[in-house]
Protein backbone atom coordinates (compact mmCIF):
# COMPACT_ATOMS: atom_id res chain seq x y z
CA UNK A 1 0.00 0.00 0.00
CA UNK A 2 3.15 2.10 1.17
CA UNK A 3 4.58 1.30 -2.77
CA UNK A 4 1.39 2.51 -4.40
CA UNK A 5 0.82 5.90 -2.39
CA UNK A 6 4.83 6.82 -3.46
CA UNK A 7 4.41 6.11 -6.71
CA UNK A 8 1.49 8.31 -7.09
CA UNK A 9 3.14 11.07 -5.49
CA UNK A 10 5.75 10.66 -7.20
CA UNK A 11 4.22 10.73 -10.27
CA UNK A 12 2.13 13.62 -9.63
CA UNK A 13 5.43 15.72 -8.49
CA UNK A 14 6.65 14.78 -11.97
CA UNK A 15 3.43 16.13 -13.79
CA UNK A 16 3.97 19.30 -11.30
CA UNK A 17 7.69 19.94 -12.26
CA UNK A 18 6.64 19.73 -15.88
CA UNK A 19 3.63 21.76 -15.76
CA UNK A 20 5.95 24.12 -14.19
CA UNK A 21 8.96 23.98 -16.49
CA UNK A 22 6.67 25.24 -19.08
CA UNK A 23 5.05 27.84 -17.82
CA UNK A 24 8.70 29.53 -17.57
CA UNK A 25 9.48 28.30 -20.91
CA UNK A 26 6.15 30.66 -21.90
CA UNK A 27 7.20 33.19 -19.73
CA UNK A 28 10.45 34.01 -19.74
CA UNK A 29 11.99 31.90 -22.59
CA UNK A 30 11.69 34.95 -25.53
CA UNK A 31 13.42 34.32 -28.54
CA UNK A 32 16.64 36.04 -28.92
CA UNK A 33 16.75 38.84 -30.95
CA UNK A 34 16.25 38.67 -34.89
CA UNK A 35 18.01 41.00 -37.04
CA UNK A 36 15.68 41.96 -39.85
CA UNK A 37 16.93 43.76 -42.82
CA UNK A 38 16.41 47.84 -43.32
CA UNK A 39 14.73 47.16 -46.51
CA UNK A 40 11.67 45.03 -44.18
CA UNK A 41 11.92 47.29 -41.64
CA UNK A 42 10.48 50.27 -44.18
CA UNK A 43 8.47 48.12 -46.04
CA UNK A 44 4.61 48.87 -46.22
CA UNK A 45 2.37 46.55 -46.30
CA UNK A 46 0.30 46.42 -49.96
CA UNK A 47 -2.33 44.36 -48.73
CA UNK A 48 -5.38 46.49 -46.83
CA UNK A 49 -6.53 45.13 -43.56
CA UNK A 50 -10.36 44.43 -44.77
CA UNK A 51 -12.67 42.22 -43.40
CA UNK A 52 -11.44 39.66 -46.56
CA UNK A 53 -8.11 39.88 -45.94
CA UNK A 54 -8.44 39.13 -42.03
CA UNK A 55 -10.86 36.04 -42.93
CA UNK A 56 -8.41 34.74 -45.59
CA UNK A 57 -5.42 35.69 -43.03
CA UNK A 58 -7.16 34.30 -40.24
CA UNK A 59 -7.82 30.76 -42.08
CA UNK A 60 -3.72 30.63 -43.20
CA UNK A 61 -2.81 31.42 -39.54
CA UNK A 62 -4.83 28.70 -38.71
CA UNK A 63 -3.54 26.14 -40.94
CA UNK A 64 0.42 26.88 -41.04
CA UNK A 65 0.86 28.62 -38.02
CA UNK A 66 -1.28 27.74 -34.64
CA UNK A 67 0.17 24.42 -33.92
CA UNK A 68 2.93 26.32 -33.23
CA UNK A 69 2.09 29.94 -32.01
CA UNK A 70 -1.56 28.97 -31.22
CA UNK A 71 -5.01 30.12 -31.69
CA UNK A 72 -4.23 33.38 -30.03
CA UNK A 73 -1.08 33.73 -31.06
CA UNK A 74 0.58 33.54 -27.06
CA UNK A 75 2.70 30.80 -28.48
CA UNK A 76 0.72 28.28 -26.62
CA UNK A 77 -0.19 25.62 -29.84
CA UNK A 78 -0.23 21.71 -29.32
CA UNK A 79 3.58 21.87 -30.86
CA UNK A 80 4.92 24.70 -28.80
CA UNK A 81 6.05 22.28 -26.00
CA UNK A 82 8.30 20.40 -28.88
CA UNK A 83 10.17 23.30 -29.26
CA UNK A 84 13.56 24.11 -28.06
CA UNK A 85 12.81 28.00 -27.79
CA UNK A 86 9.41 29.76 -26.74
CA UNK A 87 7.71 30.82 -30.28
CA UNK A 88 6.95 34.28 -29.25
CA UNK A 89 3.74 35.60 -27.81
CA UNK A 90 1.87 37.91 -30.65
CA UNK A 91 -0.26 39.71 -28.33
CA UNK A 92 2.38 41.30 -26.43
CA UNK A 93 3.56 45.07 -27.28
CA UNK A 94 6.84 43.97 -28.60
CA UNK A 95 5.86 41.93 -31.11
CA UNK A 96 2.73 44.33 -32.25
CA UNK A 97 5.30 47.18 -32.51
CA UNK A 98 7.21 45.93 -34.75
CA UNK A 99 6.34 47.34 -38.79
CA UNK A 100 4.12 44.98 -41.23
CA UNK A 101 7.47 44.64 -43.16
CA UNK A 102 9.67 43.13 -40.22
CA UNK A 103 6.90 40.68 -39.48
CA UNK A 104 6.30 39.62 -43.18
CA UNK A 105 10.37 39.12 -43.02
CA UNK A 106 10.02 36.31 -40.37
CA UNK A 107 7.46 34.78 -41.67
CA UNK A 108 8.90 34.28 -45.30
CA UNK A 109 12.40 33.46 -44.23
CA UNK A 110 11.85 31.85 -40.75
CA UNK A 111 14.84 31.05 -38.89
CA UNK A 112 15.71 28.23 -36.52
CA UNK A 113 12.95 25.90 -35.85
CA UNK A 114 10.58 28.87 -37.45
CA UNK A 115 10.13 27.39 -41.35
CA UNK A 116 10.24 30.56 -43.73
CA UNK A 117 7.42 30.51 -46.11
CA UNK A 118 8.93 31.74 -48.73
CA UNK A 119 8.23 28.59 -51.40
CA UNK A 120 5.10 27.60 -49.29
CA UNK A 121 3.37 30.93 -49.55
CA UNK A 122 2.73 33.69 -51.97
CA UNK A 123 3.44 37.21 -50.64
CA UNK A 124 0.14 38.35 -50.92
CA UNK A 125 -0.98 35.25 -48.82
CA UNK A 126 1.67 36.28 -45.93
CA UNK A 127 0.66 39.98 -46.03
CA UNK A 128 -2.77 38.51 -45.29
CA UNK A 129 -1.34 36.47 -42.20
CA UNK A 130 0.36 39.89 -41.06
CA UNK A 131 -2.73 41.72 -40.97
CA UNK A 132 -4.70 38.57 -38.92
CA UNK A 133 -1.81 39.29 -36.49
CA UNK A 134 -2.29 42.38 -35.87
CA UNK A 135 -5.86 41.15 -34.24
CA UNK A 136 -3.88 39.65 -31.14
CA UNK A 137 -3.95 41.39 -28.26
CA UNK A 138 -3.29 41.13 -24.62
Not at 35 to 49: E, G, L, T
Request: charged share 25%.
Amino acid sequence: MNSIFISLLLAGSFLVMVSMTDIVKQDTCQPPQWDVPAKYVSMDNPVKAGQESLKTGAMLYRKYCASCHGKEGKGDGVKSRMLKTFSGDFSKAAYQEQTDGEMFYKTEVGRGEMPGYENKLSDKDMWHIVNYMRTFDN
